[in-house]
């Protein structure tokens, strides 16, 4: 009898622990029409409409060697699904990207991975600061690029000032361009002709066509639109001559090209736009 007692006291410690040890699990259903919740550095969480899938896209190696081309291949796809989600034309991206980037090489794309120029406005994530209307200007700051593409998309439906753009037929770029310099998105007077002259240029209208399931137009560049063209620097070259070559101005070069002072370097490319 005492031996079945002992073996009863020792099933009935051994439930008791059993009982004790379980744990309430707990699942959550994911909700496949939304993107997880990314974090950026500073903690502030913000959720998206869709996945952004792939592999980072990290800033050039060796940016002398990287040209608008290498840019457009590099982002083009990226470009293509915003407009399937946000209807902003590719084309109008890429430009954008292009010429607030200085073709991914600018000074805050390298560091914030900041293609847009957004400024920090009411951004509660990390940043960045640069000079741009004014010194150490706060700008927001990305860990991946392609999130700096989805930043630009929502920066643009998100916002009252911008809604007559999405009337317009979703591959007029020139209407695009008129009306983001119209709406306030830049103060440069000719920066739709800039987007225009880049879309022309390398054909990034072809990106709009390829969403939209059309054949892709050919246009060639209007009079009034300036060109677009790379130069490489070689010795004895200045910017102010480069300038002085090719019809712009010192300060245009060094905008297009996130330069802070007039330091340039053998081999160096340069992408100008020229009103000629």
Excluded at 124 to 146: L, T, V
Excluded at 226 to 253: F, M, Q
Aim: proline content about 4%; charged content about 30%.
């Amino acid at each position: 009898m005492r031996i079945n007692r002992f073996f009863v006291l020792i099933l009935l410690a051994a439930f008791a622990v059993s009982c004790g040890s379980k744990k309430k699990v707990v699942t959550t259903k994911k909700d496949s029409n939304r993107e997880n919740v990314f974090t950026e550095s500073s903690g502030t969480q913000i959720e998206r409409v869709k996945p952004l899938d792939g592999k980072p896209i990290l800033p050039p190696v060796n940016p002398r060697l990287y040209t608008v081309e290498d840019y457009i291949r590099d982002f083009a796809a990226v470009a293509m699904e915003e407009m399937r989600l946000y209807d902003v034309p590719a084309s109008i991206t890429l430009a954008q990207g292009i010429l607030e980037s200085g073709g991914g090489k600018g000074d805050l794309t390298m560091r914030a991975n900041n293609h847009f120029g957004i400024k920090c406005h009411d951004w509660k994530g990390a940043r960045a600061y640069h000079d741009d209307d004014a010194r150490g200007e706060c700008f927001r700051k990305y860990k991946d690029a392609r999130y700096s593409y989805r930043d630009h998309s929502l920066f643009l439906t998100e916002r009252k000032r911008y809604a007559e753009l999405f009337d317009l037929d979703k591959d007029d770029y020139k209407g695009w361009a008129k009306g983001l310099r119209k709406a306030g998105y830049a103060t440069d007077r000719r920066y739709p002709d800039k987007l225009i002259s880049l879309i022309e240029r390398y054909r990034l209208y072809q990106f709009d066509a390829t969403v939209l399931k059309r054949p892709s137009p050919s246009y060639t560049h209007t009079p009034e639109s300036p060109e677009s063209v790379t130069y490489r620097v070689k010795k004895g070259d200045t910017l102010y001559g480069i300038a002085k070559k090719h019809n712009t101005t010192v300060e245009e070069l060094q905008r297009f090209n996130n330069l802070r002072d007039t330091n340039i370097s053998v081999g160096q490319m340069l992408v100008i736009i020229s009103s000629e």
